[in-house]
């Protein structure tokens, strides 16, 4: 009895580490002798809280293994003697058992299936079961890998709770570790998310982008991408800028990829890569005289070593293919410079240099009537 009422002084004061000893003493001492009889069954379920709750606050592995055990075997033996198990018991036995399952790196499956038995049970139970049960199971299947339960579970929690968060991620997730198979329902649980003014957040209209992206639906990620650097839901940084292009060059819209471009380069006047673009895309529609104006905005600005050697060849090629020999000259001599020992680059200084002296040639040659 001291004992006992020693752990509820304790209590009251919320030490409940220091609570565990004297509750201990308390059941032993009532198993032994029969002073509380029918309740031990309520000595049994604290003591099984507790150590489920030093568990939690441990930051010594080896500590948190130990309560978690204890916490187990008490709450078995606690199952085994109580008349009618309820709800709330199953649902600790299964979180105690998941905790066990994932506390080392590599996850005890046996565990798990053992702590998705006990949650299903807690399941059957009650009509309305409390979101606990499914959060957890949805944890369960996530550490299973059961990518269709864990999805199934997700639905359930949005559904019911559709203002929460992090269930909406949890869903998305769920629809994301499936890959291809998953693109299409994910972006559904985005745009349904986003509906209730959910998941809002650049990163997230920047998801829902990617996901297009990912399903080959070039047109609807251009809208997006369009709409969200003109109105701020995304960022409006280069990498946006030059996949709203990209996006445009798939669906076959290459004057609405170079005007993307033009306008990026306004934004990012240093950034020669952009210039690059351009430059590229004009000389695919066989634009020559824009394309090499492009290439040549592009050197003088900044561009890694790949790029500056990418745009001297450009401009060395346009050079002869519209006769401007000194462009072209001035543009074989820097790749060279660039990459010595590589073949492309001596080529077309080589076909610079036998233009150069077909055209003084034709220079030196007797004019004719």
């Not at 441990?58 to 309560?67: G, L, P, S």
């Not at 009509?127 to 339960?149: N, R, S, W």
Request: net charge neutral.
């Amino acid at each position: 009895f001291l004992s006992q009422f020693k752990v509820q002084a304790l209590l009251s004061k919320a030490d409940y580490a220091n609570s565990i000893p004297p509750l201990e003493t308390a059941l032993k001492l009532s198993q032994q002798y029969g002073y509380f009889g029918d309740k031990d069954l309520e000595l049994l379920w604290l003591l099984a809280q507790l150590y489920g709750q030093e568990a939690q606050n441990a930051k010594d592995k080896e500590v948190q293994r130990a309560n978690f055990a204890k916490a187990y075997t008490t709450l078995r033996r606690w199952l085994d003697l109580t008349p009618k198990p309820n709800p709330d018991a199953q649902y600790f036995a299964a979180s105690i058992l998941y905790n066990q399952a994932i506390d080392d790196q590599k996850v005890d499956k046996a565990l798990l299936k053992q702590a998705q038995e006990a949650a299903e049970a807690g399941l059957r139970m009650t009509i309305k079961p409390k979101e606990q049960f499914y959060a957890l199971l949805m944890a369960i299947a996530q550490q299973l890998g059961d990518h269709v339960k864990f999805a199934e579970y997700g639905e359930l929690l949005v559904k019911d709770y559709p203002k929460n968060k992090s269930y909406w991620q949890s869903l998305l997730n769920a629809y994301l570790v499936q890959e291809e198979k998953g693109y299409i329902p994910a972006i559904v649980t985005l745009e349904r998310a986003q509906k209730l003014s959910i998941m809002n957040e650049k990163r997230d209209n920047f998801m829902l982008v990617a996901l297009h992206l990912n399903a080959q639906e070039y047109a609807v990620a251009a809208d997006l991408l369009e709409a969200g650097l003109r109105n701020g839901n995304l960022e409006s940084d280069q990498k946006n800028w030059e996949m709203l292009a990209m996006c445009y060059q798939q669906i076959r819209k290459e004057d609405k990829a170079i005007a993307t471009l033009k306008e990026a380069i306004k934004l990012f006047p240093t950034v020669g890569a952009l210039d690059l673009q351009v430059g590229n895309l004009y000389y695919m529609s066989d634009k020559y005289e824009d394309a090499l104006k492009f290439m040549k905005s592009a050197v003088g600005k900044n561009l890694e070593k790949s790029q500056q050697l990418q745009a001297y060849s450009y401009i060395a090629y346009l050079g002869l293919e519209l006769k401007k020999l000194d462009d072209a000259k001035m543009a074989a001599d820097k790749a060279v410079e660039l990459d010595p020992k590589g073949k492309g680059p001596q080529d077309l200084l080589k076909a610079v240099n036998e233009a150069i002296a077909e055209r003084e040639e034709s220079l030196k040659a007797p004019s004719t009537r």
